[in-house]
T-cell receptor, first 114, second 115 residues
Framework: AQSVTQLDSQVPVFEEAPVELRCNYS??????LFWYVQYPNQGLQLLLK??????LVKGINGFEAEFNKSQTSFHLRKPSVHISDTAEYFC????????????FGTGTRLQVTL | DTEVTQTPKHLVMGMTNKKSLKCEQH?????MYWYKQKAKKPPELMFV???????INESVPSRFSPECPNSSLLNLHLHALQPEDSALYLC??????????????FGPGTRLTVL
């Protein structure tokens, strides 16, 4: 069974600073990887996904993530954050060839301040 | 249309009430999901429907009863809930469930309060 670890429960950062949200996963088979964002009182929105190919994935709102198979990581980065990026970010994994289950990490609260 | 809609947005119910949550998508997706999310926690999978058939039930209590009338609609019938069932209930859909390419599109959720 797969698992996802987001070690940082909260990441405070100043506006216009860069940020990295960490995600590590564990699985005995190959996986697909996702980052979702959740703004207060809203559903989850897909930021980006890694299915195959280039390990550097670009998503919406200026975010990108890099898949590192040897380190089983899929860290999310943004070179310059905005106040509006304040939200909860979830990393998720799905095992290739198996049905249905998307396993989420515990989430990282990104708090952007002036 | 890349939207998943959920109604109602908010629901307050007593422990003896019967209510239903509704979810709709028009993306031609063949897999639909119900999740429960407590505050400051990730979503927890409850049910998965694949091609209108229940394929996964994550040992959810029988007071939650899912229904998939057609490929675009998903309901969650609620009866005799407990206060600890208060949560945000999220619906999601994806192209299909079997391939593992599980790019799920989420609705805005229904905030449920059980008194």
């Amino acid at each position: 069974a797969q698992s996802v670890t987001q070690l940082d429960s909260q990441v405070p950062v100043f506006e216009e600073a860069p940020v990295e949200l960490r995600c590590n996963y564990s699985s005995s088979v190959s996986v697909y990887l996702f980052w979702y964002v959740q703004y207060p009182n809203q559903g989850l929105q897909l930021l980006l996904k890694y299915l195959s190919g280039s390990t550097l994935v670009k998503g919406i709102n200026g975010f990108e993530a890099e898949f590192n198979k040897s380190q089983t990581s899929f860290h999310l980065r943004k070179p310059s954050v905005h106040i509006s990026d304040t939200a909860e970010y979830f990393c998720a994994v799905s095992e290739i060839g198996t049905a249905s289950k998307l396993t989420f990490g515990t989430g990282t609260r990104l708090q952007v301040t002036l | 249309d890349t939207e998943v809609t959920q109604t109602p947005k908010h629901l307050v119910m007593g422990m003896t009430n019967k209510k239903s949550l509704k979810c709709e998508q028009h993306m031609g997706h063949r897999a639909m999901y119900w999740y429960k999310q407590k505050a400051k926690k990730p979503p927890e999978l409850m049910f998965v429907y694949s091609y209108e058939k229940l394929s996964i039930n994550e040992s959810v209590p029988s007071r939650f009863s899912p229904e998939c009338p057609n490929s675009s609609l998903l309901n969650l019938h609620l009866h005799a809930l407990q206060p600890e069932d208060s949560a945000l209930y999220l619906c999601a859909s994806s192209q299909e469930a079997a391939s593992g390419i599980n790019e799920q599109f989420f609705g805005p959720g229904t905030r449920l309060t059980v008194l």
